[in-house]
């Protein structure tokens, strides 16, 4: 498996993307009155957040079929290269919102908790991309 990722480094990465959603896909789903009451969203807001859980649930299980496949990242470009563009989304928002430059007025609060994880799995892409061009670029 360490072989399938090049070295143990970039298993450890690939294994914490899967991690990270893991982590967010657990709460969307089982605890979502959690996110409501951080984010100061209504109850009928639980709806939209699960929908947004299904796409979360789609990396985690593609990052686990990656994880077992028997060629591991081999032509998995698609997988990597989506999760970087979602990570640098989610970071120039949370950067945005964080310093009120955008929805100034909309009762939610985000932390430095939630940049670092947003900064973390931007360069968690970053390194998993360069790490396995040789073999998600097929």
Do not use: C
């Amino acid at each position: 498996m360490i072989e399938n990722f090049n070295n143990l480094l970039l298993l450890v990465l690939h294994l914490a993307i899967i991690g990270l959603l893991s982590i967010f896909l657990v709460r969307i789903f089982f605890f979502p009155q959690g996110i409501v009451k951080e984010y100061n969203v209504d109850q009928s807001g639980i709806l939209p957040m699960r929908y947004v859980g299904t796409f979360i649930f789609g990396f985690v299980f593609m990052g686990i079929y990656i994880l077992f496949r028997p060629n591991g990242p081999e032509g998995t470009w698609v997988f990597y290269n989506l999760f970087f563009l979602v990570a640098t989304a989610q970071l120039i928002y949370d950067l945005m919102f964080y310093f009120k430059f955008i929805d100034k007025d909309i009762g939610a609060k985000n932390s430095i908790i939630d940049l670092t994880f947003s900064f973390a799995a931007f360069i968690i892409s970053v390194i998993l991309i360069y790490g396995l061009s040789n073999k998600i670029y097929l």
